[in-house]
């Protein structure tokens, strides 16, 4: 079956190049151009990815991330936030802080979009074939329903979030580089971006919901990047 996209946009132009672009590449595209709709479509047609604009009236592309991140029936859904407004460094990270997958600036090429949800798709493949639950320091990680407890309470991540710690847990011991990071968690071109800034926030945020003594086992090692020890 082909993969279904949810895209939401308020500029119609923008809407439907883009749906006729993908559906040109074989993907089914549900489309709205509001966020509130587009939380009602979620539910109704059950898309693979996605791909919402970040300036809206009313909900707007963080909010409805949030809102999908935080529903468990959505939660597995990877989302990409675009943007043509929302463009500095700490507007990604809010993106990011709300749970998205991927962050996009327009004006953006279609291929250069279709690569980046193609390797978001990719990575989602990647992490839901772990299937073995991880034990450590009394705290369980299960990579099939993507949660994290800590003496048996759940700690709230978001997706990369979760995917940071898992790479850093089943890396354990091993210096692992911003560039790998980035590569690995954000899916990131390293020979086109390499800032430490955007794994910094999330190691940060990730130590405040681990809390002690488990935050202390995330090594930073300065100029170089992160372990799990």
């Avoid at 089914?28 to 709709?37: I, K, L, M, S, Y």
């Avoid at 749970?99 to 989602?124: C, E, H, N, Q, T």
């Amino acid at each position: 079956m082909p993969v279904k996209i949810l895209l939401v946009d308020d500029d119609k132009l923008v809407l439907n190049s883009t749906r006729r672009y993908l559906q040109d590449h074989g993907f089914q595209v549900v489309h709205t151009d509001n966020g509130a709709e587009a939380v009602i479509l979620a539910g109704e047609s059950r898309p693979d990815l996605i791909i919402t604009d970040a300036e809206m009236k009313g909900l707007d592309g963080f909010a409805l991330c949030k809102v999908i991140k935080e529903t468990p029936e959505f939660a597995k859904t990877p989302v990409i936030i675009i943007s043509g407004r929302k463009i500095t460094e700490e507007d990604m990270l809010t993106g990011y802080t709300k749970g998205a997958d991927d962050y996009i600036l327009k004006p953006f090429s279609f291929p250069v979009l279709l690569a980046k949800l193609k390797a978001v798709m990719k990575r989602y493949e990647a992490f839901e074939e772990q299937t073995g639950k991880i034990s450590k320091l009394g705290m369980v990680i299960d990579p099939s329903g993507r949660t994290v407890t800590i003496n048996n309470d759940v700690i709230k991540l978001t997706r990369k979030e979760f995917d940071l710690l898992t790479v850093l847990i089943t890396e354990e011991g091993r210096l692992l580089s911003i560039p790998y990071l980035l590569e690995t968690v954000w899916g990131y071109d390293p020979a086109s971006y390499n800032d430490p800034h955007t794994v910094g926030v999330h190691i940060s945020s990730l130590r405040k919901k681990l809390g002690a003594p488990l935050a202390d086992h995330i090594v930073s090692v300065t100029g170089h990047g992160y372990k799990f020890e």
